[in-house]
């Protein structure tokens, strides 16, 4: 099992950024995936969840701003973020976990990709 995550950057508070995950290894389709994310100092919290048939799940502190997707017959899952703010500054990851329903918690997922950097200035 592979999860590649990349996309991040160094973007200015407003601006939009996507991040992507490409993942191997699995039958994606059957899997939730998630984005996480970990600034220095913090615990790791997630920002989003898709089912594998779509649904999708964000904690307040995103809702209306990031937007997850998945294209299944691309083994990718995507993280549209807009009107980012310096608080959103993190190692972004996203996890694969196998089942049909969400997740949220980290202990949840069994399979990680290796991060990427989302710094946002003010």
């Known amino acids: 099992v592979q999860l590649q995550a990349f996309g991040g950057g160094l973007v200015q508070a407003g601006d939009s950024l996507r991040l992507s995950c490409t993942a191997s290894?699995?039958?994606?389709?059957?899997?939730?995936m998630g984005w996480f994310r970990q600034a220095p100092g913090k615990e790791r919290e997630i920002v989003a969840s898709?089912?594998?048939?779509?649904?999708?799940y964000y904690p307040n502190s995103v809702m209306g701003r990031f937007t997850i997707s998945r294209n299944n017959a691309r083994n990718t899952v995507y993280l549209q973020m807009n009107s980012l703010k310096p608080e959103d500054a993190a190692v972004y990851y996203c996890a694969a976990r196998y089942g049909a329903t969400h997740y949220t918690k980290r202990s949840d997922y069994e399979h990680w990709g290796q991060g990427t950097q989302v710094t946002v200035s003010s």
């Open positions: 898709i089912t594998g048939s779509g649904s999708t």
């Open positions: 290894g699995f039958t994606f389709s059957r899997y939730a």
